[in-house]
């Protein structure tokens, strides 16, 4: 009973969205109803399908880059406290600076003729943080004994990395990439407004082609499908994580 | 058997020489230590809680260094000559048990198949072949603790450390292991110094006590169990363990009261 919940409040939703819609007259360009946004996403599916794929594979490779530059600058740290002291408040930086602000320098350094490498490079930026730190913390939250345990059996720096420190830190490396995933697809998209001048032909220029059309039903059809891949991604990595840290509690559940 | 064991009739395998250890922040957590620890010898280190009795075994282990005196060993120890026991059983959660047994020989890079045949037997004399596989969140603590048993022996060290192995565990299973850990003793013959703050526990178990005092840790007294080997229920009702307790119990009041 408990997991029909949320689609019975889904459904009940976009019924009470239809009726008002329909009994209030409300114009298509103020807000479309559900059937309307269903027949865009059916008639439009190629292109928004297109879009979305665009979209998702900008996605995924910033987050594959952000996992992958994350947790490795965290292990350089780890080995290296002079390094990190000395890159770590440049992270930040790059961090708490608006990813809006900084989009049109980089589009414009990047060229509007690659504007997908723009868009990869901004969207890393924003899903990349979460990852470092995680990490960062990951990497130092190892049982004190064991780490003695492999003093006492001599492991060298390596077998203590690879063996230890790494699988002590995977549950936050976990944890973070959930984040940076999401705020991986986020950064596609505010990247993709900053940048939107119709060379970029991901979801969020669907967007605003639709809003500057009043084409409110493409809007939302756009919209509803970022909503989907979002639940996509989140879904996914949710899974990865059970799966990797199924074994590490009694209940088996990450 | 019993003689062979005592202190000095094999030799000492490590001598404990003025040890003493301040921390940075000034607090002494040892203060001129000194104890002889005969090779085959089963010594507890008993005392009530912060008497510096795990820090002997990280001195020992070579895990910390002291402030003043040192750790003399009488024959070089080499890597996996010394085993350790923590309170936690301190297993790789994400490793089978097995490869949590397996790792000292792993990191001491044994060969493949030679190491896991090692870590099977050892796992077997603690009564854990049929969990090679399972993960350590699917055991209970007993066995988490003969698994850390398992490993702390693999590599078969001629010096097992254990800080309060079973401290954590309920009463039964506390005295079954004793008893596994004195059988895998008599078997494997290499030196224990247990650390332990259960009077009970200490004098069943060893040859030999040192008894310490509150902070600055240091050894007040030594006490050898006469006690018959191998030792099971008939010396755990016996009327000699009981008085051996009682007067082990007195001797500890009598130290941390000299020293408060």
Known sequence: ?254 | MAKQRDAGVSGDLLRLRGLGLTYANGTRALDNVDLAVGEGEFLSLLGPSGCGKSTILRLVAGLLAPTTGGVERVRPITRGDTGFVFQEPTLMPWARIIDNVRLPLDLAGVPRAEAQERAEDGLARVGLGDFLRAFPAELSGGMKMRAALARALVTAPRLLLLDEPFAALDEITRLKLNDDLLALWERERFTAIFVTHSVFESVYLSGRIAIMGPRPGRVVEQVTVELPWPRDLSVRTGTAYGALCRDVSDRLHRAMGALI
């Open chain 1, 1 to 254: 009973m408990r997991r029909l919940l949320p689609p019975l409040v889904g459904l009940l939703f976009l019924l009470t969205w239809e009726l008002v819609v329909r009994l209030r007259d409300v114009p298509v360009f103020v807000l479309p109803p559900p059937s309307a946004v269903a027949t865009a996403l059916w008639n439009d599916a190629p292109l928004l399908l297109q879009s979305s794929w665009i979209t998702l594979i900008i996605t995924v490779q910033a987050f594959l880059l952000a996992l992958i530059t994350g947790v490795g600058l965290a292990v350089l740290f780890k080995q290296s406290r002079a390094l990190e002291a000395a890159l770590y408040p440049y992270a930040v930086i790059l961090q708490v600076t608006p990813i809006v602000a900084i989009a049109p320098l980089v589009v414009i350094w990047v060229g509007y003729e690659r504007v997908n490498l723009a868009l990869l490079i901004l969207a890393w930026i924003v899903a990349f943080f979460p990852v470092l730190s995680n990490s960062t913390a990951g990497l130092s939250a190892v049982d004190p004994n064991l780490r003695d345990l492999f003093r006492l059996y001599g492991a060298s720096r390596w077998q203590v990395l690879w063996r230890l420190a790494l699988p002590s830190a995977l549950p936050y490396i976990l944890a973070g990439a959930r984040i940076s995933g999401g705020l991986a697809l986020i950064g596609a998209v505010v990247a993709e407004f900053v940048a939107g001048s119709g060379t970029a032909t991901g979801l969020a220029w669907r967007v605003i082609e639709a809003g500057n059309r009043l084409n409110m039903p493409r809007l939302f059809a756009a919209l509803t499908l970022l909503s989907v891949l979002g639940i996509l991604i989140f879904a996914v990595l949710t899974g990865i994580q059970r799966r990797l840290l199924r074994h590490w509690h009694p209940g088996g559940a990450g």
